[in-house]
């Protein structure tokens, strides 16, 4: 992603970083290798929803939220956990114009 970033002159642009719930994980549940794409954020709310629960994050200023299976989280509100993101799925979008960066004609 870097090289098709510098490859469309994008770098002192400012970008919305976007990924979707079902590509934030706990840090346990995640098989991949962890490098870089791992955050510690605050759990503000645990909403059950049956075979999976939402988890809303907050890290300073940013807000993620996680789609997890269904687990006993006890007293995760107001905790802090470590979430990874997925950032082969994950997409880079123009703040000023709101098109994917890796599709500018750059």
């Known amino acids: 992603m870097k090289e098709q970033i510098q490859s469309k ?3 002192k642009k400012q970008a919305v970083f976007g990924i979707r719930p079902e590509d934030i994980y706990l840090k346990d549940e995640y098989r991949e290798k962890i490098d870089g794409n791992m955050v510690e954020a605050l759990v503000e ?4 929803m049956g075979a999976e629960t939402f988890l809303y994050f907050t890290n300073g200023v940013h807000v ?3 789609r997890v299976e269904s687990q006993v989280l006890g ?3 107001n905790q802090t956990m470590p979430i ?8 880079l979008f123009d703040k000023d114009t709101e098109l994917s ?3 500018l004609p750059y």
């Open 45 to 48: 709310v645990v909403e059950p």
């Open 9 to 11: 002159n994008f770098e």
């Open 75 to 77: 007293n995760a509100v």
């Open 64 to 66: 993620f939220t996680a």
């Open 101 to 103: 960066v890796v599709d």
């Open 84 to 91: 990874v993101f997925d950032i082969f799925r994950s997409k």
